[in-house]
């Protein structure tokens, strides 16, 4: 019998017995698996093939003045925020707030956010996305159709849940 004030454990979606060997592991040491023109580097440490759909955690290392990303929406998954060094610049649907080692923000599935890096040092970040999405093609296509025009950017974005004001402009 659950408690009327504590939340219940979702079903279990594993049936075995026993458990499994089916963990991975990631040496801090294992290099970057995107590193842009600017010099932001991507790690994928969970990715949704790896966690099943589950979550998508990657650290983002952004470059001093990195543009980020401008204010934006997803309307099928939440993402999270965690600063690991350095200072970010977080839109948390109201107003920028500046993010510094072991600040944290959660933005709920359609909540307004975005980010960039205002300063001259480096900074490091986890970004999480629930439920996991293939963000892999995103972070890795993003730059190049952006310089192919502002149609198929839409569609692009569009296609991988980020919806920007510039993309849909308020009516009149």
């Known amino acids: 019998m659950s408690h009327p004030n504590h939340p219940r454990y979702p079903e279990p979606r594993y049936q075995g017995d026993r458990g ?14 995107l590193v842009s023109p600017g010099g932001d580097a991507y790690r994928y440490l969970a990715t949704h093939g790896s966690t099943g759909g589950e979550y ?4 983002v290392d952004l470059a001093a ?9 997803h309307k099928a998954m939440s993402e999270s925020f965690y600063v690991l060094s350095g200072e970010l610049e977080l839109f948390n649907g109201e107003k920028w707030v500046t993010g ?3 600040d ?3 933005v709920p599935v359609g909540g307004l956010h975005g980010f960039k890096n205002v300063t001259d040092e480096p900074m490091s970040m986890l970004m999480l996305f629930s439920p996991g999405a293939p963000r892999e093609e ?9 310089r192919r ?10 296609r991988h849940d980020s919806y920007f004001e510039e993309d849909f402009p308020a009516g009149p």
């Not at 003045?65 to 929406?73: I, L, P």
């Not at 995103?138 to 952006?146: D, K, L």
């Open 20 to 33: 499994e060997v089916n963990a991975s592991f990631r040496t801090a040491d294992t290099p970057p698996d």
């Open 56 to 59: 998508g955690l990657y650290q």
């Open 65 to 73: 003045g990195a543009a980020g990303a401008k204010t934006h929406f």
């Open 100 to 102: 510094r080692a072991g």
């Open 104 to 106: 944290f923000l959660y």
């Open 138 to 146: 995103f972070f890795e296509g993003v730059a190049e159709v952006a």
């Open 149 to 158: 025009g502002s149609a198929e950017l839409k569609e692009f974005r569009v």
